[in-house]
């Protein structure tokens, strides 16, 4: 079955950098579409980032645009985000998610576990 | 603040039916045919329930069926039981450059 673990969350001071990754499985991971979700108890659920299955097309909610950046590597089955510049409140819980099917991200079909990253002095 | 907005509870009695709304814009919900229903339990993933306003993924009991009318969609969950007891959360494609907006999710319980 389909599982995404996500790894690298953690306490970082504001303007500091943190770099996550989702290892990906049961499922060919170069033929989905993936994104970053986040969730706090203040914003809710965000969509943070997505990324097409080469890695050439990549978006960006504007409130992470220029600071956070989202890659892949197909062979290493493996999503990552890297977060620079950090905010307090880009405090949450990020979920590396995929897309229900094959093609155009239109739906996000299954989500890991969540990784809490802290921004905090 | 949320894109979308829910009613922030809603309950209902074992066996009885409840519906829970959404409400967007003529930008997302108005405009997709992508509206999406998520099941989340406390310190869990969230959990796809209902894709594209009223299909339901395999796995998914038929007492969850959703349902769009304008800029509005609805989720219902008929004959309640216990472990329906969760928060629930809509979400609409809109658009390539903003993925998906959600609503503020719905916690409902089980009386």
């Known amino acids: 079955q389909v599982q995404l673990v996500e790894s690298g969350g953690g306490l970082v001071k504001p303007g500091g950098s943190l770099r996550l990754s989702c290892a990906a499985s049961?499922?060919?991971?170069?033929?989905?579409?993936m994104s970053w979700i986040r969730q706090s108890p203040r914003r809710g659920l965000e969509w943070v980032s997505y990324?097409?299955?080469?890695?050439?097309?990549?978006y960006y909610a504007d409130s992470v645009k220029g600071r956070f950046t989202i890659s892949r590597d197909n062979a290493r089955k493996s999503l990552f985000l890297q977060m620079d510049s950090l905010r307090a409140e880009d405090t949450a819980v990020y979920y590396c998610?995929?897309?229900?099917?094959?093609?155009?991200?239109?739906?996000?079909?299954?989500w890991g576990q969540g990784t809490l990253v802290t921004v905090s002095s | 603040q949320s894109a979308l907005t829910q009613p922030p509870s809603a309950s209902g009695s074992p066996g009885q039916s409840v519906t829970i709304s959404c409400t967007g814009t003529?930008?997302?919900?108005?405009?997709?045919?992508?509206v999406s229903w998520y099941q989340q339990y406390p310190g869990k993933a969230p959990k796809l329930m209902i894709y594209?306003?009223?299909k339901r993924p395999s796995g998914v009991p038929d007492r969850f069926s959703g349902s769009k009318s304008g800029n509005s969609a609805s989720l219902t969950v008929s004959g309640l039981q216990a472990e329906d007891e969760a928060d629930y959360y809509c979400?609409?494609?809109?658009?390539?450059?903003?993925?998906?907006?959600f609503g503020g999710g719905t916690k409902l319980t089980v009386l």
């Open positions: 049961g499922f060919t991971f170069s033929d989905y579409y």
């Open positions: 998610a995929r897309a229900l099917t094959t093609g155009w991200y239109r739906t996000t079909g299954a």
């Open positions: 979400s609409s494609y809109a658009g390539s450059n903003n993925l998906a907006v």
């Open positions: 990324i097409s299955t080469s890695g050439n097309t990549r």
């Open positions: 594209e306003v009223s």
């Open positions: 003529s930008s997302d919900v108005g405009a997709s045919n992508y």
